[in-house]
Structures are given as structure tokens and as C-alpha cells.
């Protein structure tokens, strides 16, 4: 199936991040995963970068990075795909975190670039809105040539 709006692979980034049980481990079967989904690929992946836990007071370190994919699934569908994924990692969003919703989480999966493609939707904004506010996002990004190195 291809994409609906434009008919083609999309370039896409996703960020991960885990800060309970075995972090690479769960990394690294998201990675998997996310390439398990349907009509995409995983191209490359970031180095793991360990990050103090934003917003939690008292959290466990992150550890997080960046996996460049192409898809040819739209924003929804892949957002659809990475929350089962959530899920399947042990993820709840129900539970009430600490400070502005941010809790401790077996696994966190972020779009953050979608080709060239803006949505602002209530549950759905790319680019991420605060990717650019974040070491632990801009520097894997950065890694992988998305951004300059000294941004």
C-alpha cells in the first residue's frame, strides 16, 4: 500500500527512549519491531545515548536514540503501528506521571520528521514540537547527518 497523500517511500525519523528494565534491550526489539511494520524499512540507527529522565523527578536515566526509516505508511498509520509497539514493550499510557504527564516508561516511541510533511493534530504534531528543545534527540539526529553536528 502506498502512501495515500503521495504515492512514494517516505523518509521518516522516529526517537526512542527507555528508562525501565533492560533499556538497549528493548531498544533494540523496537528497532525490530519498527521494522516489522508493514511496507517499511529500517535504514539506520543512531548510537544509544544515555540522558538524565526530563520531567521525572527521581526517574531512572534515559536511554534513547534515532532510527532513520522508510515507509510507505502515513503519518496515522505509523503512528497507529508505533503505539502497538508501545504496548507489545510494556508500555501504559494510562498511568499519571510525575510532572506534566512524563512518567518512567518501558519504551517511548516519537515521530519526529515525516518527509517534508507538517500535522498539527491534537495527538499527532510533525515535526515533533519540542525535538529541537532536547540534547537527547538533537544529537542522534545529528549523528545520523539529519542535522549540522554544532546545532
Known amino acids: 500500500m502506498k502512501n495515500e497523500e503521495t504515492e512514494e517511500w517516505i523518509l ?14 528493548t531498544l533494540e526489539s523496537a528497532v525490530r519491531a519498527i521494522g516489522s ?3 517499511t524499512e529500517v ?9 538524565p529522565a526530563v520531567g521525572i523527578e527521581g526517574g531512572n536515566d534515559f536511554l534513547n536514540g534515532v532510527v532513520e526509516i522508510q515507509t510507505e505508511l502515513s503519518p496515522r498509520e505509523l503512528l497507529s503501528q ?3 509497539i508501545e504496548i507489545d514493550h510494556g508500555r501504559d499510557r494510562t498511568a499519571k506521571g510525575d510532572t506534566e504527564g512524563y512518567q518512567n516508561r518501558t519504551l517511548d516511541l516519537d515521530i ?12 499527532l504534531k510533525i515535526p515533533h514540537p519540542r525535538m529541537w528543545e532536547r540534547e ?15 546545532f
Do not use: H, K, M
Not at 521518516?12 to 534491550?25: C, F, K, M, Q, V
Not at 537527547?136 to 554544532?150: H, K, S, T
Open 112 to 123: 519526529l520528521i515525516y518527509g517534508d510533511q507538517s500535522v498539527d493534530e491534537d495527538d
Open 12 to 25: 521518516a525519523y522516529i526517537g526512542l527512549g527507555s528508562n525501565l528494565g533492560n533499556r538497549e534491550a
Open 136 to 150: 537527547f534527540v538533537r544529537v542522534p539526529l545529528a549523528e545520523l547527518g539529519v542535522i549540522p553536528q554544532d
Open 82 to 84: 508505533l503505539l502497538q
Open 43 to 51: 535504514l539506520r540507527t543512531s548510537n544509544w545515548y544515555e540522558n
Open 37 to 39: 511494520c508493514p511496507n
